[in-house]
């Protein structure tokens, strides 16, 4: 199975048990975020709205490439970003 690194914004941190990186699994980032739910229970929601969209607050990226949506391909290796939307005022 590929294998990733999976890089946590702080915002998540409370589900990988405060950790800022976790391996993942899956060759593709639709594989990686379940298998990171079946790890750290409740993430994938945070990210992942009822219709398999990204949430607007959230971005994804495989490498340097944001991925639009949860089909993107994830290779052996890669490193996974999950970045949060900061807000206020």
Same mark, same amino acid.
């Given at each position: 199975?590929?294998?990733?690194?999976?890089?946590?914004?702080?915002?998540?941190?409370?589900?990988?048990?405060?950790?800022?990186?976790?391996?993942?699994?899956?060759?593709? @980032?639709?594989?990686?975020?379940?298998? @990171?739910?079946?790890?750290?229970?409740? =993430?994938?929601?945070?990210? =992942?709205?009822?219709?398999?969209?990204?949430?607007?607050?959230?971005? @994804?990226?495989?490498?340097?490439?944001?991925?639009?949506? =949860?089909?993107?391909?994830?290779?052996?290796?890669?490193?996974?970003?999950?970045?949060?939307?900061?807000?206020?005022?």
């Amino acid at each position: 199975m590929t294998r990733c690194r999976i890089r946590v914004a702080s915002p998540l941190r409370s589900y990988t048990r405060n950790a800022a990186e976790v391996t993942g699994r899956g060759s593709t @980032l639709r594989e990686v975020l379940e298998n @990171l739910d079946v790890d750290f229970p409740g =993430i994938r929601f945070r990210m =992942i709205d009822e219709q398999d969209r990204v949430r607007p607050h959230i971005r @994804l990226f495989v490498g340097v490439d944001e991925a639009l949506n =949860i089909d993107a391909t994830v290779s052996d290796g890669a490193t996974v970003h999950l970045i949060c939307a900061l807000s206020g005022g």
